[in-house]
Each structure stands twice: as structure tokens, then as C-alpha cells.
């Protein structure tokens, strides 16, 4: 009796004694067939002799149908297996070619993205002037700059003590109030204010301390009476 030609390939004609042609790529034989006919579907990879579709590895996608091989992931998008269309890369994180998950690669410490599809590290936005941004994968900062302290950019932490930290202490002669951009803040943003006259301000003042009895100042921005 025949036989029903053998899974991965295809007989062609009734005379042959074993099967001798592989499927051709882009397509499948799973057995039984006289051509190639399974189409590969997308999503899926059909090189040559294949009896199923093999799905595209993460990393990798295919939006064709009847091919031999996958397509490698584009910068800016991910692709988590058998994927037929790449996903735009999620706010606070970036991805580059061939990322296989979403959230593989997040915006270091210091820095946050609220918009997606980034592809590499360096288009993560520093942490905005008078916050700081402690933790990966933000989307936003995490708070406003401690009092004391003011944070210029990128600040990791909400007090920084010098610039390699984002920030430092508010000079003598200033008052910071919170999310301070500079260390002499001027009060425009409601951040801190220059040190009134009869008071003294020390170096990271949160208030001014009126002068002692007996002494005065008549100008402001002074740490001393």
C-alpha cells in the first residue's frame, strides 16, 4: 500500500519510493501533501523542511505571511514571542533592537521619561530643576527637592549635599523652602527667598533667625548681624 507522504516534505507525483523533496521555505507540510500549500502564518518563521510554523523568538516578529525567517525587533518597540506587530516601548523605559519585554530596560536613577517608543538610555530626560527622581522607570519625578537643599538636575535623591548628588545645600544669605531649583532661590517660584534685612541666614537655612539684642542688619541676603 502508499503510504501518506512524510511530515516535512512533499511528493510531487505517485512513483516515488520515499520522499525526497523538503517542504519549501515559507510554508509547512505537516503530512499528506503533493505541494506545498500551508502557507507559514505571521508571527512565525517556515525555513526549509519544517512540518509547523516555529514561532519567532522574542525579539523578533513577523507582519508577512510565507516566510523562511523572522525579523529582528526595531529600536523603540518590543517584541515578547510569536509576535505578528511590534509594541510601542511603555513611558520610562527605552528599548533598543531586538527588546524581547516591555519593561527590559528602564530609565536609570535620576532621570524619568513620560513619553514612549525611546530607544537607547541617552533619551531618558534628567531628573526636572528642584526634584529628583529616586528609583527606574519613572514616568514622572517622584517629589519636589527637600528643604534646605536645592536639586539643579538630575538629582537621584531630595538631598543632594553636593553637584556630583544633582544639587547641595542653599548658600548663607537664602532661605529654601523646598523644591529649590538654585542655591540662592529668589522667591519666583514659591522655593525660597533671599534672606530679609534684621535677620541672618546660615548655609542650608529652612527660616531666618532675627538679629540678638544689642546687634542689627540692614540688608538683605546676610548670614551674619
Known sequence: ?????????????????????????????????????????????????????????????????????????????????????????????????????ATQFPCPNGTFSNVTQLRAEDECLPCSPGFYCAGTGLTTPTDRCAPRHYCSSGSRIPTPSHAGEGGGYCDAGYVCTGGATSPQPTGEFGTGYVCPAGATCQVGATHEVGCAPGSYNPTTGQSTC
Open 1 to 101: 500500500d502508499c503510504q501518506s507522504c512524510t511530515p516535512r516534505f512533499y511528493c510531487p507525483n505517485a512513483s516515488l519510493p520515499r520522499p525526497i523533496l523538503p517542504c519549501t521555505a515559507g510554508f509547512y507540510c505537516p503530512g499528506g501533501q503533493v505541494t506545498p500549500t500551508h502557507v507559514c502564518p505571521t508571527g512565525s518563521r517556515c525555513p526549509q523542511g519544517v512540518d509547523d510554523p516555529i514561532g519567532c523568538a522574542p525579539g523578533a516578529y513577523q507582519d508577512e505571511v510565507g516566510q523562511a525567517t523572522c525579523k529582528t525587533c526595531p529600536a523603540g518597540f518590543y517584541c515578547t514571542g510569536n509576535t505578528t506587530t511590534p509594541a510601542p516601548c511603555p513611558a520610562g523605559y527605552f528599548c533598543p533592537l531586538a527588546t524581547p519585554i
